[in-house]
């Protein structure tokens, strides 16, 4: 939960892992996470024979890959205390391994 946000501002997101990735998307049609993970399959397949960092399982090259393919932190307006994402955004927190541990965010909110 956040805390109370400033009428105006910028909040920062900061995900610190590399096998998981934050990202923006419509947040409406629950299909979307279904889409969006079989798409980042197609472009990064487990078990490719090309991988060399496969030490931690099938899994874990593909989640490094995804996690750089999205990104580690997002930055949203905050406006009139609430945070102005468009009508169908929604944050999304992706969790790139098959069995993922707890993650850890950093909010940073400048006002």
Known sequence: MLPELPDAGILQIFIKHTSAALTLNENADPSVLGDMDYILDKIVPERDAGYTHTFEGDDDMPAH????????????????????????????????????????LVLTLMY
């Open 65 to 104: 890959a995804k996690s750089s393919l999205l990104g580690s932190s997002l930055m949203i307006p905050v406006t009139n205390g609430g945070l102005n994402l468009g009508t169908w955004q929604g944050i999304y927190l992706c969790e790139f391994r098959n069995f993922g541990s707890s993650r850890k």
